[in-house]
């Protein structure tokens, strides 16, 4: 295991999981390059290491990224931060283009296998997210060595996997790679209702979100592109149907109208010691009322089991990209189904309709000011959980993934509860979120995936994309950069009082959240970006 990685919980998993055989002839594994800094290092005082792998390690090369990195060279004044996004930016590029090519049956069809960095599978949310980071240079192409050819494997391929498993959230490579399937030592002890094949799904949990991570790259690939004949072909049309059905059968209350107890389209057993692994009342999860318009969540995006299955973030970004969705459907005209474009519309409103009349709840701390949030999530009978989890989705976030503006009030008490440190009406420097962290090195929103005391740079990352406040910005920005244990990439976690104890030294989606927020504040303040971030 790592240098400085927390020897506790998932970070156990996944070194379990590693395959270790991702690397290019004589290339060292990115798994143990990444754990050391390597020269040259950053002139700047935290001295990071250069991460980047050798030219010919790299696992796939774009022009505009490079030109884009060194462009940026002129924009970031400070050496640190500069080499923070020099790592971070094109770590996907540089490590999780496992495999790329065609379908068997098929040469038309692109598929591009994603792994997450240390866990050699494709997650469906990461790989539409890790995509997402280079967005801002995606533009219409038919070039197989293109950015949107990149993406049209992606979405093919996740496309293959909602088809085969649509309850399942991470994917083993596509037979036509030749990659042997990654052993998943936790998912033997699972017993999963719809089963699966392990030849072909690496873990079964069943998250709303990863379900909304397809809407999302086929929503982003078409507002870049406009292609909008891609989505006619190969297998899109029907893997948009299983999304939507597979969410609607997730509807189904726990309880009748005469009070049986309706079978689960969806269970999940693991035999483990941790809560978070595994679902209450042998696998249904905890109840759910009837009638509420929204759809349950077996599991959060940290891949942790929900405690009230109503997951707002979830049900939030499906309604946002349900409607972006949408208007590839109406686009593909008699294409599609009749009527599915409209059905979608309909449910992305009434699912909008659903969170803001279940999903909003008083925050008891706020006393007199009785200040009204999003509830992280709810069970429709009266229930709900206030505080956030760093991984995208979160409330945190709402505004980043399109379902609100940073300006809805609702958002903004949400933020002031979910961040302790935020001025907010009320009583001063009340905490309403118990996975808030403080500490000397870094202080933000983590989760029980690593537990107490672990903030994790994701939601500083998503705290900055989502502020228009200059010395918030500059303050988040000063703490990611001196808090990588000199290793300048972006960890999972970071212990709040040791920046050399932390999670994950390769999670490729949170470096390309990195870099895509730096290239979002070239664009919105730039002059933050000429700062200096020295001690
Ligand atoms: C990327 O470019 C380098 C040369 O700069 C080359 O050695 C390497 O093989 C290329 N990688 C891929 C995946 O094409
Ligand atoms: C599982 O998938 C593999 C690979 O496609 C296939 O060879 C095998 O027959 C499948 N097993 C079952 C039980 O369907
Ligand atoms: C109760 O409702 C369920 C389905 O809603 C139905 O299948 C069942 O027959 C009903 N039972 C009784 C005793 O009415």
Redesign the pocket.
Known sequence: MARGSKLAGAGVLACLWVAGTAS?QGCPDYSTYSTQPHQPLSSGSFQLGYMRPD???????LSEVESTIAAMAGSIADPDLYRLFLNAFPNTLDTA?RWKGTAADNPDEELTFVITGDIDAMWLRDSANQMQSYKSLLKASTDR?SLASLYRGVINLQARYLLESPFCNSFQPPVESGIAPATNGAATDDTVTPPYNASLVFECKYELDSLAAFLEVSADYFSATGDTAFFGKFNWLAALQAVINTATSMMTPTYGSNGTVLASPYTFTRLTTRSTETLANNGLGSPVAAGTGLIRSAFRPSDDSTLLQFFIPANMMFSHYLEQTAKIVDKLGSTAPAALGAHMHAFAAELREAVLHHGIVPDPNAGEFAALVYAYEVDGFGSSIIMDDANIPSLLSAPFFGFTSISDPVYQNTRGAILSDTPRPGPAQYNSNPYYMHGPVISGVGGPHQGPGYAWPMASIVRILTSDDDDEIVDQLQMLVSSTGGLGLIHESVNTFDQNTWTRQWFSWANGLFGQMILDLKERKPDLLKMSYQP
């Open positions: 290019a030219p010919g390690c790299r696992t796939f090369n283009i060595n």
